[in-house]
């Protein structure tokens, strides 16, 4: 068993949607946890991180984390076609911004104009 | 302020050669990891480089090592290549002991072993 899993997708939505994207994990000992986006030909760029249970919004971003359940989400609303791309969830077991990074293997998302 | 860079972008190798990939960090920023990430996967640890030593490490052979330099720069020599080290390599970069930022990623380098 993987310790992050995430949905492959590839998920498509119309423009506008309100998007959800899904990670769940089994190591108890995860701390921080991020969601990076990255688009065809280039590195993960950071979108939102938190080390909480609980919500933490940023613009058209919501990032979601429940540790009782082991389970983080990212909602988009209002999506746009330039957020168009694969979108990685991430934690560490430290809150260091040196701690080694476990990824999950991504969902790609298509948004339709 | 320049970001994480990479060199090069793409490479071609052939199988039983050696490979070596360079990152320069993020200004400022004094650690360096290493990832590989195979097509359609999310990237996976290979290791962590901090004043010059190896301090982490995750599950890849010995084939796979690497070095920081002075000015805090980083390569990652990779022997004996296989065709499964066709990949994309990212380096990320961060202030050791910096807490809850995030690391910076380079834009990688695409390895493809014929």
């Known amino acids: 068993q993987k310790e992050v899993e995430q949905d492959p997708g590839p998920l498509s939505v119309p423009e506008g949607a309100i998007v959800s994207l899904n990670c769940t994990y089994s190591?108890?000992?995860?701390?921080?946890f991020m969601w990076y986006r990255q688009y065809s030909r280039k590195g993960p760029e950071l979108l939102m991180y938190?080390?909480?249970?609980g919500n933490k919004e940023d613009g058209r971003f919501t990032a979601q984390v429940d540790k009782s359940s082991k389970y983080i989400s990212l909602f988009i609303r209002d999506s746009q076609p330039s957020d168009s791309a694969t979108y990685l969830c991430?934690?560490?077991?430290?809150?260091?911004?040196?701690?080694?990074?476990?990824f999950g293997s991504g969902t790609r998302l298509s948004i339709r104009p | 302020d320049a970001g994480v860079t990479q060199s090069p972008t793409h490479l071609i190798k052939t199988r039983g050669q050696q490979v070596t990939l360079r990152c320069s960090p993020k200004?400022?920023?004094?650690?360096v990891s290493w990832y590989q990430q195979a097509l359609g996967q999310g990237p996976q640890f290979i290791f962590q480089?901090?004043?010059?030593?190896?301090?982490q490490r995750g599950n890849f052979p010995d084939r796979f090592s690497g070095h920081q330099f002075p000015n805090y720069s980083s390569e990652l020599n990779v022997n004996a290549l296989l065709l499964g080290d066709s990949a994309l390599y990212l380096c990320?970069?961060?202030?050791?002991?910096?807490?809850?930022?995030?690391?910076?990623f380079g834009d990688g380098t695409r390895l493809s072993i014929l």
């Open positions: 190591n108890s000992a995860f701390q921080y």
């Open positions: 991430a934690m560490s077991a430290e809150y260091s911004s040196a701690s080694k990074i476990i």
């Open positions: 200004s400022g920023h004094d650690t």
């Open positions: 990320a970069s961060s202030l050791a002991g910096e807490i809850r930022q995030p690391q910076h």
């Open positions: 480089y901090y004043e010059e030593e190896e301090r």
């Open positions: 938190t080390y909480s249970s």
